[in-house]
């Protein structure tokens, strides 16, 4: 990506599951292939910045965080990156010339930067997706903390509803704040066992596999998620499970406005190409923010999935 935003040369390769030496081998691959016929380009204003090597610098964005005080990855559900040293691995490799920042705070860095979020003093990104990540950026810049969690909200327990105890029976109670139809569905729904190794993390409720789990344990039938949030469809069961993701979400997204209080929510990963999420949601989020007020605007994405490589080439813009 140039200084400017353009976007000079586009590759993927597929992903290595479960095999760590192949993933160091296909990020090499993939860098040697998107410099091929680019790192000749002399330096300008538009042009890519160049490190003293006169070689593109590199922007990662990977799952999971960096351990700064063990100098190897955690947290990661693509588990084979786990207790690995990818930093010092990828340097060895490709020099100096990299940095590395967790997938959804460069989906937030660049959402921040010339995206949905521009101009806004703090933005929270979300990630919703096969899993569930965030990130803030407040005044331009990641932030960031010694355990490398800031905006780790998906494995924070899901937020239950006035009156309900997972694995357990349902108490219903009058409130503005209840829709004691959705309570009773949510009461069917059993503990979850998320990979991080705690129960009902927010990820596996609200990642595309965790509502189509939510569907299957509620009627005993298997849609994907496009399928249940079919914007053409008039499936009954479809159409009260996202109402009750939308609950779910709204009640999630309201703890971390009671936090943080972001001036901004871009959503972020497939999900979010589901544009009556936005309406639903923003119409919900009072209910559940404290004080009952919420002008906080949950916002699509500018850049779709081309979001989070933007970001990571960002790293070496925003300090």
Known sequence: MAADGDV?????????????P?????????????????????????RLPLDVANA????????GAWSLDKGVMKNCN????????????????????????????????????????RG???????????GVGGGFVVDGRLLSGPNG???EWGHTPLPAPNGIRRDGDVALCRSEHVNEELLALESRLPSRQCYCGRLNCIETFLSGPGLAHTFYALWNRRLTPEKIFDPGGDDAQSLVTVELYCHMLARSLAQVINIMDPAVIVLGGGLSNVGRL????????PRFVFSGECVTPVLAPKWGDSSGVRGAARLWVSG
């Open 120 to 130: 806004a003093a703090s933005v929270f990104g979300v990630i919703l997706g096969t």
């Open 8 to 20: 000079l040369k586009v590759e993927r390769v597929p992903t290595p599951r479960d095999d760590y």
């Open 149 to 151: 969690l800031a905006g």
């Open 278 to 285: 936005y309406r639903k949601v923003t119409e919900l989020l």
């Open 22 to 46: 192949g993933t160091l081998g296909a990020i090499e691959e993939l860098t040697g292939r998107l410099e091929d016929g680019v790192a000749d380009i002399p330096p300008g204003e538009t």
């Open 56 to 63: 593109p610098r590199i922007g990662i964005g990977t799952p």
């Open 78 to 117: 693509s588990v084979w990156l786990n207790g690995r040293a990818l930093l010092p691995d990828l340097v060895k490799r490709l020099g100096v010339r990299v940095r590395m920042a967790n997938d959804a705070d460069c989906f937030s860095l660049s959402e921040a930067h010339d995206g949905s979020g």
